[in-house]
């Protein structure tokens, strides 16, 4: 008499099969949840201290990136304006607005709003905004259209494929330098060929060696 009912091998070899392919599986879930909005944190709006809201003050009033941002020229970071470049409006608009109490808070007490970052690259990734901007990378090609939104929010994944994809053929992405911060700029023909025309005249090479970003 059997020990074991007919088929036990079977169902054991099967319980193996799936045993080792649980690693596998739970490895390719993982990947896939990594570079879904869901791992990237896209589309998720970020909630502030002060209720900014760039459709106003980049839509309506046509306040250039530049104006708050210009450290985005000159280095590696875009940083936030101190509280004395809102109250250079808010001295006289809204000035007793408690929403924009915080602000003024922060100009007398000469402490800065403790602003919530909505782009953070791992502490391994090396970024450096000025070269970017200086070769013909458009602001809204990594940041979507800000002066859309009333909270902003993360809209390109920035994992090391989505960055090495513009590094590998950057042409579809240049505009003029003088377009950079242009949020409404569209290419007068073929974007390729725009792009082909900027990198020529700028050099733009983009390097995809692992120390570039990876120091």
Excluded at 15 to 40: E, F, K
Excluded at 93 to 121: C, G, M, T
Excluded at 152 to 172: F, I, N, S, Y
Aim: proline letters at 10%.
């Amino acid at each position: 008499m059997a020990l074991f009912p007919q088929g036990t091998d079977e169902v054991f070899r099967g319980v193996l099969g799936l045993l080792a392919g649980v690693p596998v599986v739970g490895t390719l879930v993982v990947m896939v949840l990594a570079r879904s909005p869901l791992g990237t944190a896209t589309f998720e709006p970020v909630e502030q201290p002060v209720q900014f809201d760039h459709r106003h003050h980049a839509g309506d009033e046509g306040i250039g990136c530049r104006y708050c941002h210009e450290s985005a020229w000159e280095g590696p970071y875009a940083g936030v304006p101190p509280t004395s470049r809102c109250m250079g409006c808010h001295a006289q608009i809204w000035n007793e607005s408690p929403k924009l109490a915080p602000v003024r808070d922060s100009y007398f007490q000469d402490q800065p709003i403790p602003w919530n970052r909505v782009h953070r690259l791992p502490h391994f990734v090396f970024f450096n905004h000025s070269i970017h901007v200086h070769k013909g990378v458009g602001c809204v090609t990594c940041h979507g259209r800000v002066d859309q939104m009333p909270l902003v929010q993360k809209v390109a994944p920035l994992t090391m494929g989505w960055c090495l994809e513009c590094h590998r053929d950057p042409e579809p992405y240049l505009r003029p330098p003088e377009s950079v911060a242009d949020m409404t700029w569209r290419p007068p023909g073929d974007a390729r060929e725009t792009g082909h025309q900027v990198r020529q005249a700028l050099g733009v090479s983009p390097r995809t060696e692992c120390y570039t970003c990876h120091r």
